[in-house]
């Protein structure tokens, strides 16, 4: 649930979306539709979203997108970088990214289901480190975090293939960390 207003005084309202496909993909968990309409109900309107994909085709995913919202959506068709070293307008490294466009002062959510431990991992290590201010960007954040033992997800297999099985208790936290750094950290389904 978004929060009853964003920051108080937030010049803008951001989004950017690690692992949109399509605006409609699936209409009970596309999450484009679906933070844009929750946060909306509670009068959060957002100025510009960015959305990233790299399996999803420009076309496909531009023709998916309802016109009221053709040009507040930037789509960009890429795989996103796992380190910041590695980021370009090709890879880009999203929480550098999100300094260039938005200021401290603007609200920022963050969603990650690109569906990599690996990349998502690395992403949460960078934001949650004491080394950078990316969290004082960063105001929600959404991640599917891929856990064993989650009986929920069982017929998911989430964890599969993965080399080490991230267990629930770690899930929790992570997410703590990330509460304790200011953003407000959610699981992401």
């Given at each position: ?82 380190k910041p070293e590695n ?48 969290s004082e960007y960063i ?51």
């Amino acid at each position: 649930m978004p929060p009853s207003s964003p920051r108080g005084n937030a010049h803008k309202s951001y989004y950017f979306d690690g692992g949109a496909t399509s605006w409609n993909i699936h209409p009970t968990w596309a999450s484009l539709p679906y933070f844009v309409s929750i946060w909306e109900r509670h009068k959060i309107f957002f100025d510009k979203i960015f959305a990233y994909e790299a399996t999803a085709p420009v076309a496909s995913f531009e023709q998916s997108v309802p016109f009221k919202w053709k040009s507040k959506v930037k789509y960009s068709n890429v795989y996103i970088a796992s380190k910041p070293e590695n980021h370009s307008e090709e890879t880009p490294f999203v929480p550098l990214v999100i300094p260039e466009i938005a200021s401290k002062e603007d609200y920022v959510l963050f969603k990650l289901d690109i569906d990599s431990a690996g990349v998502e991992n690395s992403i949460i290590d960078y934001i949650a480190s004491d080394d950078n201010d990316a969290s004082e960007y960063i105001d929600e954040f959404f991640y599917e975090h891929h856990i064993g033992g989650n009986y929920f997800m069982r017929r998911y297999n989430w964890a599969k293939g993965e080399k080490r099985k991230v267990h629930m208790n770690e899930s929790y936290e992570m997410f703590l960390n990330l509460r304790k750094k200011g953003i407000r950290a959610h699981s992401w389904v």
